[in-house]
């Protein structure tokens, strides 16, 4: 595939779009728990209420979307689900009612069940997302752009975190609104492939069956931690809003740093090592985190587990978009998200119950139990499959 002049120009839309997204989505990582904490007073086991909500209701949203990008077209899709986020975050600034909440985190996708870098907030549009970006990139520079896109996503969302330290708390949903509106209106200039499928077969059903699988365990072991990592330290170590952002902000831009060896760990280790390397690490880090009443421990294993954990996400990228039919990357990509996302929903709900008690250090523990699970069905299913490799 030659990178004409149009397609230059769309995936240059589509950064600025994600790049606006992601400010917004790192202001409202470290905003909404607060709200829900501190301003509101309510428990962990709601907040954590909300965000296993919010992550089945995003599921659900990008299962549909997903269908829709492969059948109505790409840029129309795309344009209809990236609204979501900024509505969510005007309604938030409306108001702090209970239902408002549900609704907003619904919408907006506030479950963080990713790292900043990865896309935690406004996962409704990842599906889309990737599926456009696979449509624009030739195969053997797919990695590349999925890291390149992925680091600056997260460096703007660790700015996004910092932002929060130097607006007025209601003041944040609206500003968080305008800039995410703005990722909405300037897809209305971008071109896409017209790349449409059929909506009663499947011809890529076994190896979306495997990414369905791995991605099941996946969001399990996400909904277990990612969610409460902030919470964790709220509760935990008391941190003030200010510590914690910026905190969060050192975090973001360890895990964003870290997408750019992505390309090179694809070409050295593949993708079933670098999955494997990586999230093997992630394990310890996890399993040490609540057992050593250490902050300065502590907030190392925070800075570097969503390096971790995000690392090996563009090769996964890759390899999914790369194996699937183009014409079924949509739905391919909207299934594993649906599935993940349920998992990640039972998941959260679960921590959520269990940070309301003494045993808050039984989700690290079972987040390795899964997460282990989850490497050995990658070596199963994909060992072999040698064009998983950036050539």
């Known amino acids: 595939m030659e990178l004409t002049d149009k397609i230059r120009s769309s995936l240059g839309i589509l950064l600025i779009s994600r790049i606006a997204r992601s400010l917004a989505a790192g202001m409202l990582a470290i905003a909404f728990p607060y ?10 086991l709601f907040l954590g209420s909300i965000f296993a909500l919010a992550t089945l209701a995003t599921a659900i949203l990008g299962l549909f979307f997903g269908l829709i990008t492969d059948l109505w077209g790409r840029r129309n899709t795309l344009i209809l689900a990236t609204f979501l986020l900024p509505l969510s975050s005007f309604l938030l600034w409306f108001s702090n009612a209970t239902p408002i909440l549900f609704i907003s985190a619904i919408l ?25 970006l696979a449509d624009l990139t030739p195969k053997e520079k797919r ?17 996004g975190t910092v932002f929060v330290k130097f607006i007025a708390a209601k003041e944040v949903f609206l500003l968080a609104g305008m800039i995410s509106l703005l990722g909405t209106v300037i897809l209305f200039f971008m071109y896409t492939p017209d790349i449409k499928g059929k909506f009663r077969k ?3 059903k076994f190896v979306i069956g495997k990414f369905t699988l791995t991605g099941l365990l996946n969001g399990v072991s996400q909904g277990l931690i990612t969610p409460f990592m902030i919470p964790f330290f709220i509760i ?15 975090s973001g831009v360890i895990a964003a740093s870290s997408l750019l060896i992505a390309p090179y760990a694809d070409k050295k280790y593949g993708f079933v090592k670098s999955i494997t390397y990586s999230r093997a690490i992630s394990i310890i880090m996890l399993v040490i985190l609540p057992l050593v009443k250490f902050l300065p421990l502590a907030l190392f294993i925070y800075f570097i587990t969503p390096a971790l954990r995000v690392l090996a996400v563009p090769i996964q990228q890759t390899a999914i978009t790369t194996l699937v039919e183009e014409n079924e990357r949509g739905r391919a990509l909207g299934i594993n998200q649906v599935v993940r996302l349920t998992g990640s929903s039972i998941a959260t709900e679960l921590s959520g119950s269990l940070f309301s008690t003494p045993f808050i250090a039984v989700p690290f523990y079972l987040y390795a139990l899964v997460t ?9 299913f994909f060992a072999k499959e040698e064009r998983l490799r950036t050539p």
């Open 35 to 44: 709200l829900v904490l501190n301003d509101l007073h309510l428990s962990p």
């Open 108 to 132: 907006g996708g506030f479950s963080a069940t990713g790292s900043l870098a990865g896309g935690g907030i406004g996962g409704t549009v990842q599906p889309i997302q990737n599926t456009v």
């Open 143 to 159: 990695t590349f752009y999925y890291s390149a896109f992925a680091f600056l996503n997260g460096i703007a969302a660790a700015i």
């Open 202 to 204: 499947l011809e890529s």
């Open 236 to 250: 935990v170590y008391k941190l003030p809003e200010n510590s914690m952002s910026t905190f969060t902000f050192i």
């Open 372 to 380: 282990g699970a989850n490497i050995y069905l990658y070596k199963i």
